[in-house]
T-cell receptor
Framework: GEDVEQSLFLSVREGDSSVINCTYT??????LYWYKQEPGAGLQLLTY?????DMKQDQRLTVLLNKKDKHLSLRIADTQTGDSAIYFC???????????FGSGTQLTVLP | DAGVTQSPTHLIKTRGQQVTLRCSPK?????VSWYQQALGQGPQFIFQ???????QRGNFPDRFSGHQFPNYSSELNVNALLLGDSALYLC?????????????FGPGTRLTVL
């Protein structure tokens, strides 16, 4: 089955850019999603990218996909304290009809 | 436009009991997926319901069962609760036929088993 790896922690200064990285194993993943989870809350959809794209920009968010290396990244420009949360990348495999999550990256934004 | 709703918000049970969690999908959605998120972990897929049938299941025992109603809402039932079932249970809804199958999550139900 699919395996997803992310760094556990990332700290940045307010106003800097954050880059969260993700690697996955299943090359048949059709869409790759980024979700944000604040303490005690559910998952908020941030953005997603089709597997046949290599970049997608959505306001402060930029997603880069290297399909050959099965590497996905999320860049957050001008990071704010409200961006502090856990970020999950989640490949979706249509045949399995499920999202697969890693342990997530805890982003801490320092003032 | 109402998002995904779940009830109850919190629940405390003892080992061996049974529990039922409820989910109402986002307006226009017809598919419901359930995930279990243990503390400090990412969500794990339990199963997915579409057209009132379970059509995909993750690696969970038969103690976990579900149901989908004609109005697309869904229930997750867990029998013979174990301490290890303590987790945040997340429901996600999506719409079949859309190219992305994008899943939108509810706020979750926090289950504590004592």
């Amino acid at each position: 089955g699919e395996d997803v790896e992310q760094s556990l922690f990332l700290s940045v200064r307010e106003g800097d850019s954050s880059v969260i990285n993700c690697t996955y194993t299943d090359s048949s993943s059709t869409y790759l999603y980024w979700y944000k989870q604040e303490p005690g809350a559910g998952l908020q959809l941030l953005t997603y990218i089709f597997s046949n794209m290599d970049m997608k920009q959505d306001q402060r968010l930029t997603v880069l996909l290297n399909k050959k290396d099965k590497h996905l990244s999320l860049r957050i420009a001008d990071t704010q304290t409200g961006d502090s949360a856990i970020y999950f990348c989640a490949p979706f495999t249509r045949s399995a009809r499920q999202l697969t999550f890693g342990s997530g990256t805890q982003l801490t934004v320092l003032p | 436009d109402a998002g995904v709703t779940q009830s109850p918000t919190h629940l405390i049970k003892t080992r061996g009991q049974q529990v039922t969690l409820r989910c109402s999908p986002k307006s226009g959605h017809d598919t419901v997926s359930w995930y279990q998120q243990a503390l400090g972990q990412g969500p794990q897929f339990i199963f997915q319901y579409y057209e009132e049938e379970e059509r995909q299941r993750g690696n969970f025992p038969d103690r976990f069962s579900g149901h989908q109603f004609p109005n697309y809402s869904s229930e997750l039932n867990v029998n013979a609760l174990l301490l290890g079932d303590s987790a945040l249970y997340l429901c996600a809804s999506s719409r079949q036929g859309r190219s992305t199958d994008t899943q939108y999550f509810g706020p979750g139900t926090r289950l504590t088993v004592l």
